[in-house]
């Protein structure tokens, strides 16, 4: 929700958090007034994924690394067509770009997109609140949409909150298209896009898949018309909690029995399907250097992530579902939260975090592999069937 122009770097603005507590900056990208979810993302790098990130959407970004923009903007790393964050918030954005890549300034890709921005204020005040209060509504305003302190708190608080958001449908396709595979074709995906990043398609197309990427309004009918090898349901934004129709073409393909991989919001989505509710983070985990332990392995992974929800499923017990048996497969080794979860007598799994990474650390690239080897052996079954 944002309302700008293109403005100078000078011009001052003002950071209103829905509690009350104000920080004063100066205009960073466009210039007006923007409103969404205060969040903070504890990356050093991958700013410009970050930001075209369709998980981001309604959300206004805190990078806590000091210095922003040093290797500028270019057109390789963008992970959609667009910005979706709805603000950013950075404390000594750089002045020159340095890199051989580069060919804009990401203020000024900041300011053509109409994102909304602030610099020069304490992030690290800003990301100690916000740990220690949770993520809240936020508005940054700068130019002719600075009033007085009252006002602006009063039109932050007006801005919707981000549980209870179906969004979705807001970043997805709206019409299906095909990522080829690389080389010699092995598999077909129907990949459901929740907002679907474009590395994850990429990272199939590797290993010989085809993949047929879906609206997310796609039905069971859409799925199957593409005669897939394996179903895949990506990231997101939004709370899980209202994603009954993702939730139902998800049962349908358990009952199938056709491998299926999630991430990020796809394993919500997994969580939910097998019966397990959902629920908020105080302030969520994103950034690319999140520790999760792989429990089918034992393996500790440096993970990427961005989500703000979780699956609410027990740690410690193999649970009983209307598609057979489900466990825990991964667990954040911060805080316990459910990292991951798979059928034990179903080919199904899924990851709550993004293991394409893009950007971020390589370590749960396996992931795809495993996605792979489960259509292999499902397909093999078949054969021998």
Same mark, same amino acid.
């Given at each position: 929700m944002t309302t700008s122009t293109r403005g100078a770097v000078k011009t001052p603005a003002v950071l209103v958090l829905e509690d009350g507590r104000i920080f004063r900056g100066r205009a960073y990208g466009a210039v007006g007034a923007t409103f969404g979810e205060a969040v903070f993302s504890?990356?050093?790098?991958?700013?410009?994924?970050?930001?075209?990130?369709?998980?981001?959407? =309604?959300?206004?970004v805190v990078m806590t690394a000091p210095h922003v923009g040093n290797t500028g903007v270019n057109d390789e790393d963008m992970e959609s067509k667009r910005i979706w964050v709805s603000g950013y918030v950075v404390r000594d954005p750089a002045r020159v770009p340095s890199n051989w890549r580069s060919t804009r300034t990401l203020d000024e890709e900041l300011a053509v997109q109409d994102v909304v921005g602030i610099?020069?204020?304490?992030?690290?005040?800003?990301?100690?609140?916000?740990?220690?209060?949770?993520?809240?509504?936020?508005?940054?305003?700068?130019?002719?949409?600075?009033?007085?302190?009252?006002?602006?708190?009063?039109?932050?608080?007006?801005?919707?909150?981000?549980?209870?958001?179906?969004?979705?449908?807001? #970043?997805?396709?709206?019409?299906?298209?095909? #990522?080829?595979?690389?080389?010699e074709k092995k598999y077909t995906v129907a990949a459901i896009d929740l907002g679907i990043k474009g590395m994850t398609p990429h990272r199939m197309a590797e290993r010989g898949i085809e993949v047929?990427?879906?609206?997310?309004?796609?039905?069971?009918?859409? #799925?199957?018309?593409?005669?897939?090898?394996?179903?895949?349901?990506?990231?997101?934004?939004?709370?899980?909690?209202?994603?009954?129709?993702?939730?139902?073409?998800? =049962?349908?393909?358990?009952?199938?029995?056709?491998?299926?991989?999630?991430?990020c919001f796809g394993n919500q989505i997994l969580g939910r399907a097998l019966g397990f509710g959902t629920f908020k983070l105080k302030y969520g985990h994103r950034g690319i250097n999140q520790p999760v332990q792989d429990r089918t392995t034992g393996k500790v992974e440096v993970t990427a992530h961005n989500h703000g929800f979780a699956v609410d499923a027990p740690l410690d017990k193999v649970s009983d579902t209307p598609y057979g048996r489900a466990e825990v497969s991964h667990v954040c080794l911060n805080d316990n939260v459910v990292e991951g979860l798979q059928l034990l007598d179903r080919p199904a799994f899924s990851v709550q975090y993004h293991p394409e990474a893009a950007a971020g650390p390589h370590d749960a690239a396996y992931l795809f592999d495993r996605f792979t080897s489960l259509m292999s052996t499902v397909s093999m079954e078949g054969q021998r069937a």
């Open positions: 504890t990356g050093m790098t991958g700013y410009q994924e970050t930001l075209t990130d369709p998980s981001y959407h =309604r959300q206004v610099s020069g204020i304490d992030t690290r005040a800003l990301t100690r609140h916000l740990r220690e209060r949770g993520a809240m509504r936020v508005g940054i305003f700068s130019g002719e949409a600075v009033q007085d302190d009252a006002t602006l708190l009063a039109r932050v608080k007006e801005a919707p909150e981000m549980t209870g958001a179906d969004l979705s449908a807001e #970043v997805a396709t709206t019409e299906a298209y095909v #990522v080829p595979a690389i080389g047929h990427v879906l609206p997310a309004t796609a039905t069971v009918e859409d #799925v199957y018309a593409v005669n897939p090898d394996g179903v895949f349901f990506s990231n997101g934004p939004g709370d899980p909690a209202t994603a009954d129709h993702p939730v139902s073409v998800m =049962r349908g393909v358990l009952e199938r029995g056709t491998p299926l991989f999630g991430i």
